[in-house]
């Protein structure tokens, strides 16, 4: 039954137009932490349906003194939710393997999640109160006292009660998940000043600023952002920060955790960025403020001042800051503004904010070794909200940087294309390319940013040290690729601020465009028996030799080895029985049978889309144990075997050319930039 004027009073009890009694209501809020989940989604849905009845007894009932500390309960539970989740995600952090730990995890996500909609539903539900209760209790119950305090790094010897403080990453979480789903003015905008502010919560020393996951020089640029920067600086892209006798603010915690080689951290932050600016709740000046505000909107508040007075910074923020919404036991209960202090909003901090922030995001770009995919899509597109237009292109120092490490990535992409799985880059590229230019485009901040909260999917260290299988070899193109589309990509909007649909390849000039002798290259197919084909002899079984032709197929990027068993009755045909990839085939002479020739046969497993990122699934255990396949050829003497050799490498030759001829603008530093 759906609650309205007219049904609800079949479930109430009243007293001269006042409602004295609702068991509908007051028996359901006390089973909200139920351990049954149906039980606490029946809760949920009967108080929503209440809330939402449009009469005003219902709602001086739901806010009268016997059953308003709900709210304060439900948001306490959510506090007890968030330390929960964050125990989990330090278990799982040892047990990364274990299915039914990351099960457990999922579902402590889901359940915050769910009751993070949940507030959201309260406060915009049909009783106005409820908008400064639920902010009045979120600000103080969650965020203040624990989610803020937590952004700060603790020392590992320091001895903090258990209910006081969450890991750095939970906290990180919850903030963005919170940003994400709540749109209410009053408690964005609270959430926003309060990360501005140095006296309550997060004051770190420059020492506990300096986290675990950062690397000694890291530490070193974390800590300048605490030293005075030029005021007044001519240039958004000068290096400006803050003077180290201040105490640091929530943002200044947030940019150093931009520097440090914990990818989760750094993404964490970055989207916590993105989530502030895609929340159309939040006061542009603390955008502003906070150095994220989009160049588009800073031009049109700065033409804004220019029209009304040079000393109108006062009257600008408020006709970028609307009054707010709340009452006067909330927090900050006044405006904003005077909390935060004129200063602080002015036009020279908010530059000086805005340099650190790009400082800190092209430190974090050109990283070497390189960031995961998602935390370069991220951060690309962090830069590309400050400095969308030509006219105001990064700096000629900045984009020193981008064209080092750019330089760079190159090197690493170069010893792709004498890989194994070559021939296949050039499809990768265009499969990447579409990829990164759409999370250039509109940011990756998924409706659920929990993989953050997930085990790493990076293999051990030293695992990956000495392995040269196919597969392993294959995630490390493919990483490689993403890198380079990424810094591409970034390079080419920062100076000239569009990207093709398709990547710059180039086409293959006609002499390098052979036709194949043999089209179709199926098992089974039935061939001519071409004049270049080598007879030899291969045995996959023991004591069952055949007696095959070996034929080299290449053309461009294609290539394919084929053993071909003739036909008793037909002369110069023959049955395709076997093929292998020209690429990563490593033709090699035994060393004591001169004979006969060893061919690696790859793995016929692609690299997944996925590798390279921040939360993409492992390689299955069956497959990283697949080993690559070998043929061993017995050729009748030991030229023919060094013929059999030679042509197969200057096959691979060729066709490693003509990859280098098509993906060869990625591999000119200044093809796609003109400064």
């Known amino acids: 039954m759906k609650l309205d004027r007219n049904t609800v009073s079949f479930f109430i009890k009243t007293d001269n137009e006042e409602v004295v009694s609702f068991p509908l209501y007051t028996e359901a809020i006390k089973l909200f932490h139920h351990e049954e989940s149906m039980v606490r989604i029946a809760v949920r849905t009967i108080t929503l349906s209440v809330y939402n009845v449009d009469d005003e007894s219902i709602r001086m009932f739901v806010t009268n003194p016997a059953v308003v500390h709900y709210f ?30 990351q099960g457990r995890l999922e579902g402590a996500v889901a359940e915050i999640g769910d009751l993070l909609y949940y507030c959201n539903d309260i406060i915009n539900s049909g009783v106005p109160a409820l908008k400064s209760i639920m902010t009045k209790h979120i600000m103080n119950v969650l965020v ?29 979480y919850l903030l963005l998940r919170l940003l994400h789903i709540v749109h209410y003015k009053a408690l964005v905008n609270s959430i926003g ?55 640091l603010d929530g943002r200044t915690t947030l940019l150093s955790y931009l520097l440090c080689n914990d990818d989760k951290l750094v993404m ?46 006062k009257h600008l923020d408020r006709l970028f800051s609307p009054s707010l ?35 800190a995001l092209i430190k974090l770009v050109c990283r070497r070794p390189p960031p995961h995919a998602e935390v370069l899509w991220q951060a690309g597109w962090l830069l590309r909200q400050l400095l969308p237009y030509q006219e105001h292109k990064i700096s000629d120092a900045h984009m020193s940087l981008l064209n080092n490490v750019y330089s760079s990535a190159q090197q690493e992409f170069s010893l792709e294309l004498t890989a194994c799985w070559s021939d ?5 590229i265009t499969e990447e390319w579409k990829i990164c230019r759409k999370a250039l485009d509109v940011p990756v901040l998924k409706k659920d940013a929990s993989f953050v909260l997930m085990p790493s999917s990076h293999t051990a260290d030293g695992e990956n040290s000495s392995l040269t299988s196919s597969i392993h070899i294959g995630e490390r193109m493919r990483a490689s690729v993403k890198v380079l589309m990424v810094l591409y990509q970034i390079r ?53 030799e055949r007696q095959v032709h070996l034929v080299v197929v290449s053309g461009g990027i294609s290539g394919s080895l084929l053993l071909i068993e003739g036909i008793a009755f037909k002369q110069n045909r023959g049955v395709i029985r076997v093929t292998a990839p020209l690429a990563g085939s490593d033709p090699r002479v035994d060393e004591k049978h001169a004979t006969w020739l060893h061919l690696r046969v790859r793995s016929p497993h692609q690299p997944l889309a996925d590798v ?10 069956k497959n990283k144990q697949l080993a690559d396949g070998r043929w061993t050829l017995a050729f009748a003497d030991a030229d023919s075997c060094l013929h059999a050799c030679l042509s197969i490498q200057n096959h691979v030759a060729n066709q490693r050319h003509a990859v280098s001829l098509i993906v060869s603008p990625f591999l000119d530093l200044n093809s796609e930039t003109h400064q």
């Not at 439900?74 to 299915?99: H, T």
């Not at 405006?335 to 602080?344: I, K, M, Q, R, V």
């Not at 007879?535 to 023991?542: I, L, T």
């Open 268 to 313: 964490a932050s970055l989207c916590l960025s993105v989530s502030f600016l895609q929340n159309e709740a939040l006061d542009e000046s603390l955008l502003d403020a906070l150095g994220i505000l989009p160049r588009r909107k800073r031009h049109k508040k700065l033409l804004l001042q220019q029209l009304i007075g040079d000393n109108s910074d």
């Open 424 to 428: 296949i880059i050039p499809a990768v």
């Open 612 to 621: 390279g990122k921040l939360h993409s699934p492992k390689t299955s255990l």
């Open 492 to 544: 080419v909007l920062l100076v000239e601020g569009t990207l093709p649909e398709m990547p710059p390849l180039m086409e293959l000039p006609d002499e390098a465009r052979v036709q194949p002798q043999i089209l179709s290259t199926a098992v089974g197919t039935e061939v001519d028996i071409v004049n270049d084909a080598m007879p030899c002899k291969v045995s996959f079984e023991r004591g069952k």
């Open 325 to 359: 919404e709340r009452s006067h036991d909330d927090f900050m209960s006044d405006h904003w503004e005077n909390h935060l202090g004129h200063e602080l909003l002015s036009g020279s901090t908010t530059l000086k904010h805005r340099s650190q922030m790009l400082e």
């Open 72 to 101: 304060s309960e439900l948001v306490i539970f959510l506090r007890k939710q968030s330390y929960a989740l964050d125990a989990l995600v330090a278990e799982v952090s040892k047990l990364p393997d274990s299915g039914h730990m």
């Open 144 to 172: 203040l006292p624990l989610l803020l305090p937590s952004l700060r790094p603790v020392d590992k010897h320091a001895i903090i009660p258990s209910d006081k403080h969450i890991s750095t990453l939970t906290s990180l």
């Open 193 to 247: 000043a309060s990360l501005l502010r140095t006296d309550h919560s997060v004051t770190p020393d420059h020492k506990q600023l300096q986290h675990p996951e950062c690397s000694s020089d890291q530490k070193d640029e974390a800590g300048d952002f605490g030293r005075e920067a030029e005021a007044g600086s001519e240039s958004d892209n000068s290096a400006t920060v803050l003077s180290s006798s201040e105490a």
